[in-house]
């Protein structure tokens, strides 16, 4: 996908070379958390959390929201880059960084577009950047964690080694696999304006586990869909191949193929991001309409 260098004016920071330490932030799933136990609540206690995250998937997990946690002093890590605080060292530490923050500009100036065309009010989150611990609002940054995003700071937060992880790991390789995060969180953030996430947390508060669990995934199947957007809204930008390896990496991140992979066996009540069908399904109704209006996952058959 042939994406423009980014904006200098995006809203980026940068914690690689400082240690997060302390607390960690409680559940709400965002792009590849599937173990059960790890998002059945949000507001689930962090420890627990992370706990599980490593034991079950040692990768690909974050939070959506949740409880924060006592934040001890940062530690230098040995080893990872250090960047200037201005816009454009950070984002050129390494390609895995210009890639992330392009990306990320090129979601901000299209949802902020459609915001505009629909009368809506626009606000625009940050891209964290972090190296193994970091620390954000919502508590610990984990690079076990994978990329999430935080609603109380408005944050998305990456590790860039993820995107190693991404292909090896999963087999999703390519640009457009990684453009596929970051518009993932991004419409996380989308959901968060909209007050969409505040509903489903209400749900996971007051609800079974199985309705919480219910309503995560169609949390996430819309912000899958809500990616879909953003690449249709960016039509003309897209190479052969793109489609394909979005569809990959929808595929490879399914509730149903991580488990059987972690565990060996399907529990599809304990779901909480969707089947590798789903995830592709909505992906693709994004892509093919490139209309927000089109991602309603909350009403009728996902």
């Not at 034991?55 to 946690?69: A, E």
């Not at 080694?161 to 990684?178: I, N, R, T, Y």
């Not at 968060?192 to 489903?200: A, F, K, P």
């Not at 819309?222 to 489609?243: M, S």
Request: proline share 4%; charged share 20%.
């Amino acid at each position: 996908m042939r994406l423009d260098d980014f904006d200098p004016n995006i809203n980026v920071e940068d914690q690689r070379g400082q240690g997060g330490g302390g607390g960690f932030g409680g559940g709400g799933g965002l792009l590849f958390g599937l173990v059960p136990m790890i998002f059945s609540r949000f507001g689930c206690g962090g420890v627990a959390v992370l706990l599980a995250v490593m034991f079950f998937f040692g990768g690909g997990l974050g939070m959506l929201g949740g409880g924060g946690g006592q934040s001890g002093a940062p530690t230098q890590q040995v080893g990872q880059p250090r960047a200037g605080t201005d816009t454009q060292s950070i984002c050129s530490v390494n390609p895995e960084s210009k890639a992330a923050c392009n990306a990320f500009s090129s979601a901000d100036k299209t949802w902020a577009a459609i915001f505009q065309r629909n009368g809506q009010q626009f606000q625009q989150p940050k891209l964290v950047f972090y190296g193994g611990n970091g620390q954000s609002g919502c508590g610990a940054a984990q690079s076990a964690m994978g990329p999430f995003y935080c609603p109380r700071d408005r944050g998305v937060y990456l590790d860039t080694s993820f995107f190693a992880e991404l292909a090896d790991k999963f087999g999703a390789k390519g640009d457009f696999a990684q453009y596929y995060v970051i518009a993932h969180e991004f419409g996380h953030h989308i959901q968060n304006l909209l007050g969409t996430s505040d509903q489903v947390s209400r749900i996971q508060r007051s609800g079974s586990e199985v309705e919480g669990n219910q309503a995560s995934v169609k949390l996430e199947l819309q912000a899958d869909c809500y990616a879909g957007v953003w690449a249709a809204q960016n039509r003309d930008r897209l190479e052969p191949g793109d489609i394909e390896e979005g569809m990959t990496a929808a595929r490879a991140i399914g509730d149903d193929t991580l488990q059987k992979q972690s565990q060996g066996r399907v529990v599809p009540d304990s779901f909480t991001h969707g089947t590798s069908a789903q995830r592709m399904k909505w992906l693709r109704v994004g892509m093919e309409s490139g209309d927000p209006n089109a991602c309603n996952t909350f009403e009728g058959a996902i």
